[in-house]
Nanobody, 114 residues
Framework: QVQLVESGGGLVQAGGSLGLSCAAS????????MGWYRQAPGKQRELVAA???????DYADSVKGRFTISRDNAKNTVYLQMNSLKPEDTAVYYC????????WGQGTQVTVSS
């Protein structure tokens, strides 16, 4: 079964840290680029960070220097380490795998209190 399962969301105070994980199954994980997206209430889904199959990374300007994306191909998992969190980082965070096909996870809620 092809699926992505996110974990690690929760409630944190501003300035705190959270780590998200996204475990893939049913795909040749190493072939896929992976991305983390987020969607806040009333807003469009936006790209937060991405990592290619070769390990190149890209970040939204709003999270540069605070968030780090990484992947472990042996574990079929992509990670998002989020530091210095702000209330505006509050959103549902989604994992996406993309190559010839696109696969989305179900999302995990991140809430940052002020």
């Amino acid at each position: 079964q092809v699926q992505l399962v996110e974990s690690g969301g929760g409630l944190v105070q501003a300035g705190g840290s959270l780590g998200l994980s996204c475990a893939a199954s049913g795909i040749i994980f190493s072939f896929y680029s992976m991305g983390w997206y987020r969607q806040a209430p009333g807003k469009q889904r936006e790209l937060v960070a991405a990592i290619t199959s070769s390990g190149s990374t890209d970040y939204a300007d709003s999270v540069k220097g605070r968030f780090t994306i990484s992947r472990d191909n042996a574990k079929n998992t992509v990670y998002l380490q989020m530091n210095s969190l702000k209330p505006e980082d509050t959103a549902v965070y989604y994992c996406r795998a993309y190559d010839r096909a696109t696969i989305w996870g179900q999302g995990t809620q991140v809430t940052v209190s002020s």
